[in-house]
């Protein structure tokens, strides 16, 4: 499985972008797709993830009610919309899939929330 991430960018605060996630393959080859993000000098972090198969997706708290994640299976690609972005929002942001116990990391994607 390969993850090719991409849709990060530049963006002032109380904005929105959206990041892509396309996947090799179906996205039913992994159970699951999400978004984790890394912020200079600290430790990756989900920021949400999806059932691929279900739809049902869970948040981190600092992104609830700002992050919508969804996949769509016919592009076989997951979507990360973020709105009301702040600076702290500002990581690189990695695609993620999981199949049964293994991890698949997509190349991260730079996203900064600055005026």
């Known amino acids: 499985v390969q993850l090719q991430a991409s849709g990060g960018g530049l963006v002032q605060p109380g904005g929105s972008l959206r990041l892509s996630c396309a996947v090799s393959?179906?996205?039913?080859?992994?159970?699951?797709l999400g978004w984790y993000r890394q912020a200079p000098g600290k430790q990756r972090v989900l920021v949400a993830r999806i059932i691929t198969s279900g739809g049902s997706a869970d948040y981190a708290d600092s992104v609830k009610g700002r992050f919508t994640i969804s996949r769509d299976a016919a592009k076989n690609t997951v979507y990360l919309q973020m709105n009301s972005l702040k600076p702290e929002d500002t990581a690189v942001y990695y695609c993620?899939?999981?199949?049964?116990?293994?991890?698949?990391w997509g190349q991260g994607t730079l996203v900064t929330v600055s005026s």
């Open positions: 393959g179906s996205i039913f080859s992994v159970n699951a």
């Open positions: 993620w899939g999981r199949r049964t116990s293994y991890n698949y």
